[in-house]
């Protein structure tokens, strides 16, 4: 059972366009969210976060949206860079007990420059 | 400085054999993990320590066996390989609670021939 999903494996975008990437999930009791850059070859590294009490969150070009009744998260890359290429995952977690991490199975996306 | 790092980067063994993951973090993390990304790219969590103590214990086959000595080594013994155990292996580490998520290693890629 595939709590969180990221329904789209691959996305291109031009370079300075914006680049969204979408994750659902079906857990109504996950109240954490985060987004993971991975690079080929290196382990995901942490991007941004966003707890369940808020609908947004910024950090430079990155920016999370979370529609909770949707159960729908996005990431926006805004202006999208060729480094940005890389690997998107989306995790999930209950914020008690273990803070087991629920990953989707990423977005491949691809800056043209 | 690698703060969380694995070896063997690259594992290829036959069926049958034993093999062992080495991780080991320098972050002064509490808490140490385990995942497999399997050839569906899904990012599994196996097992997780905190302190040295079990945390959390997904449904893996008793094959599998952590072992943490210390709370800054967590390693992970495979007994009779499968084909099936194919995959790359991550190990993690985070503080209690992790809400900035987790570090990851780079993975160790087990091919079992």
């Not at chain 1, 060729?82 to 008690?96: I, K, N, Q, R």
């Not at chain 2, 007994?79 to 609670?97: H, I, M, Q, T």
């Amino acid at each position: 059972d595939q709590q969180v999903k990221q329904n789209s494996p691959s996305l291109s975008v031009q370079e300075g366009r914006i680049s969204i990437l979408n994750c659902d999930y079906t857990n109504s009791m996950f109240d954490y969210f985060l987004w993971y850059k991975k690079y080929p070859a290196e382990g995901p590294t942490f991007l941004i976060s966003i707890s369940s009490i808020k609908d947004k969150n910024e950090d430079g070009r990155f920016t999370v949206f979370l529609n909770k009744s949707a159960k729908h998260l996005s990431l926006h890359i805004v202006p999208s860079q060729p480094g940005d290429s890389a690997v998107y995952f989306c995790a999930a977690s209950v914020t008690s007990g273990t803070y087991k991490y629920i990953f989707g199975t990423g977005t491949r996306l691809k800056v043209l420059a | 400085d690698t703060a969380v790092s694995q070896t063997p980067k690259y594992l290829v063994t036959q069926m049958g054999n034993d093999k062992s993951i080495k991780c080991e973090q320098n972050l002064g993390h509490d808490t140490m993990y385990w995942y497999k990304q399997d050839s569906k790219k899904f990012l599994k969590i196996m097992f997780s320590y905190n302190n040295k103590e079990l945390i959390i214990n997904e449904t893996v086959p008793n094959r599998f066996s952590p072992k943490s000595p210390d709370k800054a080594h967590l390693n992970l013994h495979i007994n009779s390989l499968e084909l099936g155990d194919s995959a790359v292996y991550f190990c993690a580490s985070s503080p209690l609670p992790p809400i900035y998520g987790y570090t990851f290693g780079s993975g160790t890629r087990l091919t079992v021939v």
